[in-house]
C-alpha cells in the first residue's frame, strides 16, 4: 500500500508545484518530482512492470501520472525521459496494452486543462 500512497500524494503535490509556478518557483517541485520518479525507477529495476511480469496494482496506480508527464515537461522545461528513461519505457510497455489508452486521459487535453487552469490563476 505504500507505494500507492507514495504516487497518489507525492507524484500529485510534487506534479501540481511544477504546473501551479512559473520559472525559478518551479525548481523544487521539479527537482521532487525527479527525485520520486528516480526512486520509482529503482523500485522498478530491469522488471517490464512493477508487480514483476504483469501489470500490478503500483503499475495501475502510477499510470494515471503518465496523462501528466507531457504538462510537466511543457510547463517545467524538462525531459522525465531524459532524467528517467526506464520509467519512460515503462510507461510505453504499459501503453502498448489494449486496455491502457482507452482508460486515461488524452496527454494534450490534460496539457490544454493545465493551460485553461494557468491562465484563470494569472500564471500566464
Same mark, same amino acid.
Given at each position: 500500500?505504500?507505494? #500507492? ?17 512559473? %520559472? ?20 522498478? %529495476? ?9 501489470? %500490478? ?9 503518465? /496523462?501528466?508527464?507531457? #504538462? ?6 524538462? /525531459? ?18 489494449? /486496455?491502457?489508452?482507452? /482508460? ?17 490563476? %494569472?500564471?500566464?
Amino acid at each position: 500500500m505504500f507505494w #500507492a500512497d507514495f504516487v497518489d500524494k507525492k507524484i500529485y503535490d510534487c506534479g501540481k508545484k511544477i504546473w501551479m509556478n512559473k %520559472g525559478e518557483e518551479q525548481e523544487p517541485g521539479k527537482q521532487e518530482l525527479i527525485e520520486c520518479l528516480k526512486l520509482l525507477e529503482g523500485e522498478l %529495476g530491469d522488471k517490464p512492470y512493477f508487480g514483476g511480469n504483469n501489470l %500490478g496494482f503500483v503499475d495501475v496506480a502510477l499510470l494515471p501520472f503518465h /496523462s501528466w508527464f507531457y #504538462a510537466y515537461e511543457t510547463c517545467g522545461n524538462f /525531459s522525465i525521459e531524459v532524467e528517467c528513461p526506464k520509467l519512460v519505457a515503462w510507461a510505453k510497455r504499459c501503453m502498448e496494452k489494449d /486496455s491502457v489508452p482507452n /482508460s486515461l486521459p488524452n496527454q494534450n487535453l490534460v496539457y490544454d486543462y493545465v493551460l485553461q487552469v494557468r491562465k484563470r490563476t %494569472g500564471i500566464e
